[in-house]
């Protein structure tokens, strides 16, 4: 900028200059750097397993298990490969894709719906009965469970794994979803029932949509549980019908285990849930922040 010439004093005056940050920028500066490094160290203790895990996935059993081998080595396929020729991973991985998708769609149609009810008519009792339903713990049915699905016939197969994971998987969505429609402003409801539509048709046409990204959030979790769960696979699965929490089991002996088959397996079965993740993000994010609030 250049100098100011002063007509009366016929000289020059200096530019202004940009007064000095106050104390209050300067504390934010600093709380910011502060908040970014915290960020910064939180994520990598979270992200030190995973990435211990990928590296080790293309490591051999001898470096997997030697503490002087870190990030630095000759990275290998034979674990990859050697599951892959195994022919289970890959067999198990269809199951639950399987399992999860089928018992995920089935919890949210009869979840979803169900939330609606309960949160646009405010039956605070039965959201109760759902809540009690969603904390038992799962373990202590499998007793009665394994009677009732062997008397049936069922055990060993497709139809006792998605029934099993619907009994988590429904009170999870529909407790997500209670929320959701509860905080849309009922007055757009009463509008479309106005204009002709039955109370299902205002939820099929006006509800439902504005709680897309609710139901994407739930789905997802529901979905990331039916991936993981190991409990009900074990008990209730055979050879022909296994998961891969119950594969990746397999690699754990008396005598031995076979590390590296074991990361390349985990490594695997991280892949569609990471995919899953990152492809619904978007309605991750907006369905995990929409819920909390209100109108």
């Not at 993981?228 to 296994?242: I, K, Y």
């Amino acid at each position: 900028m250049s100098a100011v010439v002063s007509p009366s004093a016929g000289r020059t005056t200096p530019p202004p200059t940009t007064p000095a940050p106050s104390r209050r920028n300067r504390r934010r500066a600093y709380g910011s750097w502060l908040r970014g490094i915290a960020i910064t160290v939180v994520t990598l203790i979270f992200a030190l397993p995973v990435i211990w895990m990928f590296a080790a996935a293309f490591k051999t059993n001898v470096q997997v298990t030697d503490p002087t081998v870190g990030l630095w080595f000759t990275p290998t396929l034979d674990n990859f490969r050697g599951i892959v020729e195994a022919g289970q991973i890959v067999r198990s991985m269809g199951n639950s894709l399987l399992v999860g998708v089928v018992s995920t769609v089935l919890s949210a149609l009869i979840a979803v719906p169900a939330a609606w009810a309960v949160g646009r008519f405010r039956m605070f009792r039965t959201g109760s009965l759902i809540l009690v339903a969603r904390i038992v713990p799962a373990i202590s049915l499998l007793v009665p469970w394994y009677y009732l699905f062997a008397q049936a016939g069922l055990v060993g197969s497709y139809t006792v794994l998605i029934l099993s994971h619907m009994f988590v998987s429904v009170p999870l969505i529909m407790w997500i979803m209670i929320s959701f429609f509860a905080g849309l402003p009922v007055e757009l409801e009463e509008a479309a029932r106005t204009d002709g539509l039955s109370a299902f048709g205002a939820f099929w046409r006006i509800a439902l949509p504005l709680a897309a990204p609710g139901t994407a959030t739930a789905s997802l979790l529901a979905f990331v549980f039916s991936w993981n769960n190991f409990m009900f696979a074990l008990v209730f699965a055979d050879d022909d019908t296994q998961t891969v929490p119950v594969t990746l089991f397999n690699f754990i002996s008396y005598a031995s285990t076979d590390w590296g088959g074991l990361m390349a397996a985990a490594t695997l079965i991280t892949v569609p849930v990471v995919l899953a993740a990152v492809l619904g993000q978007k309605y991750l994010v907006a369905g995990l922040t929409s819920g909390a609030t209100k109108g």
